[in-house]
């Protein structure tokens, strides 16, 4: 139900998380890694959730890479009660843990 996809620019990185019955954009992050820390800009559409989520998932990308990256993208299921939502948390951060896990064992990240 939940997409983690990456496209990359150049040397940076732009992840497009995505899934439920309308995906949308619903927050962009832009995370990059300066003096040995992050530095996060980010905007979240009114009356969507995931920013906080996206601002973490930067956080853990830029600490690993040392990259710049962007994340953005939606999730959206109608009347999700707190237990869908917290699985559809589960599952992004699974998601994002594969592809980084894939991404590593890519020569652009040695």
Not at 35 to 60: C, Q, R, T
Not at 64 to 92: F, P, R, S
Request: net charge negative.
């Amino acid at each position: 139900m939940i997409s983690c996809e990456l496209n990359r620019i150049g040397t940076d990185n732009l992840v497009v998380v995505s899934g439920g019955t309308a995906p949308h954009i619903g927050a962009v992050v832009i995370a990059d890694y300066e003096n040995s820390e992050v530095k996060i800009v980010s905007y979240g559409f009114p009356h969507h959730k995931e920013e906080d989520l996206f601002i973490e998932l930067a956080k853990v990308w830029c600490n690993t890479y040392q990259q710049k990256v962007v994340i953005t993208g939606g999730i959206h299921i109608d009347n999700a009660t707190k237990e869908q939502i917290e699985g559809l948390v589960d599952e992004t951060w699974d998601k994002f843990f594969h592809l980084m896990a894939d991404q590593k064992s890519c020569k652009a990240y040695k």
